[in-house]
């Protein structure tokens, strides 16, 4: 893991992921519950995550370009992050093309579930497949304790930002529901 990894990309990573995942839960909650709350939160972490995911994959090139030598490499890691992209921009083109917000609410929230199947491929993807992506050196002890404490840093500065964003983006959508 190069240095700049650890500052950046992996906690925009980790941060998408753990969009998702809120995206996969507030689904199911509203889903079984049919409560507009749990919609709202979903749509919210959504917009939070295809940005960082964006953010992820544009990184993720720039900075492989170097190692990897192009640009664009169809690696199992790489692939599966923008399959996961597409899936949630597709999240938002189900939303848009609804004829009603609650169509709209139960297919988007469908499609988080299922498209949340796709995080953890892309997270063991290197154990998976040969790749050329780095394997996660955090669990196998290759971090120096800077290096962690920068990782970890990054990742508690990013989650915090990725917080504020959702409460932020759910009380937007709460006024634009009530002037709708």
Same mark, same amino acid.
Request: glycine share 6%; charged share 10%.
């Given at each position: ?33 049919? /409560?507009?709350?749990?919609?709202t939160? &979903?749509?919210?972490? =959504?917009e939070?995550?295809? !940005?960082?995911?964006?953010? %992820?994959? *544009? ?38 093309? /609804? ?5 709209? &609410?139960?297919?988007? =929230?469908?499609?988080g579930? !299922?498209?949340?199947?796709? %995080?953890? *491929? ?59």
């Open positions: 893991m190069c240095i700049r990894d650890s500052y950046l990309h992996v906690p925009l990573a980790w941060v998408g992921f753990l969009a998702f995942f809120v995206v996969f839960i507030c689904s199911i909650l509203y889903i079984t519950k049919r /409560a507009m709350k749990w919609d939160i &979903a749509y919210a972490s =959504a939070v995550g295809v !940005i960082f995911t964006t953010l %992820v994959l *544009i990184t993720g090139v720039v900075w492989a370009k170097p190692v990897w030598g192009v640009w664009w490499t169809w690696d199992a890691r790489l692939t599966g992050t923008l399959v996961l992209w597409l899936i949630y921009i597709a999240y938002f083109l189900v939303r848009s093309y /609804a004829t009603e917000q609650t169509q709209g &609410a139960r297919f988007a =929230a469908v499609l579930i !299922i498209g949340f199947i796709d %995080v953890p *491929i892309v997270f063991i993807a290197v154990r998976l497949w040969r790749t050329q992506h780095p394997t996660t050196m955090i669990f196998e002890g290759g971090l120096t304790s800077s290096m962690l404490w920068t990782l970890l840093v990054g990742i508690a500065a990013f989650t915090v930002l990725y917080l504020l964003l959702v409460i932020q983006g759910a009380e937007n959508r709460n006024l634009e529901s009530e002037i709708n």
